[in-house]
């Protein structure tokens, strides 16, 4: 199995639709990160989370929202989805100042 | 080949040559750095690290150098195959008042081995 497992793993949603994203970790880690990733415009930092209650914004967090579940648990959600939130979505994971760990990625569009 | 800072995407190297892929990062008070390999279809993977406390760290074929001067992080990529085809991106370990361990990612470079 994964360390780091998105789901889904493609989505195609309308406009206006609320959609959640989530990953999950078997790391044991206590951070996560949510990144999005545009053709030409590399990763995007949107969201991440040193622990439960702890939750940051990154640099696009506008239209996004996240939630702590778990230690190993950290949901995306677009509350209303828009076209130019489609793009490849990444979560990852790491303990303080070593590498991260990616998942596979989800590949949302919005129509 | 080279390529120079995040603002020429694609590298094109002949196989068996070494490649060399820059990276200008933005906070001088970062303290961590890592180079990500990414795949078409697959999530960013890790290739090397290096820690403010060095400027040379070397890996098998690949080798990362850091130059906290002038803000500059590279990775040398010797005997370039066809496998290393790919987009590199740098990241660094974000230190601020209200925002360490942020981890932030370069533009990337599309490495192109010609057989």
């Known amino acids: 199995d994964a360390d780091v497992t998105q789901t889904p793993r493609n989505r195609i949603t309308k406009t206006g639709k609320r959609i959640m994203l989530e990953c999950s970790q078997t790391?044991?880690?206590?951070?996560m990160y949510w990144y999005r990733q545009d053709p030409g415009l590399g990763l995007r930092l949107i969201y991440y989370?040193?622990?439960?209650?702890?939750?940051n914004k990154g640099e696009i967090s506008d239209g996004y929202s996240v939630s702590r579940q778990a230690q190993a648990k950290f949901s995306l959600s677009l509350e209303s989805a828009i076209p130019n939130q489609t793009a490849l979505y990444f979560c990852a994971t790491r303990d303080r100042n070593t590498e991260a760990f990616f998942g596979q990625g989800t590949r949302l569009t919005v129509v | 080949g080279e390529s120079v800072g995040l603002h020429l995407p694609t590298l094109s190297v002949q196989e068996g040559d070494n490649s060399i892929i820059n990276c200008a990062y933005s906070?001088?008070?970062?303290?961590?750095f890592i180079w990500y390999k990414q795949e078409s279809g697959k999530g960013p993977q890790f290739i090397i690290d290096i820690r403010s406390n060095m400027d040379k760290r070397q890996g098998q074929r690949v080798t990362v150098l850091l130059n906290k001067t002038v803000k500059h992080l590279s990775l040398q990529i010797a005997a370039t195959q066809p496998g290393d085809s790919a987009v590199y991106f740098c990241a660094e370990n974000f230190v601020g008042s209200s925002n360490t361990g942020k981890l932030i990612f370069g533009q990337g470079t599309t490495l192109q081995v010609k057989p």
């Open positions: 790391k044991g880690h206590d951070r």
């Open positions: 989370s040193f622990d439960v209650k702890d939750i």
């Open positions: 906070n001088s008070a970062s303290d961590y």
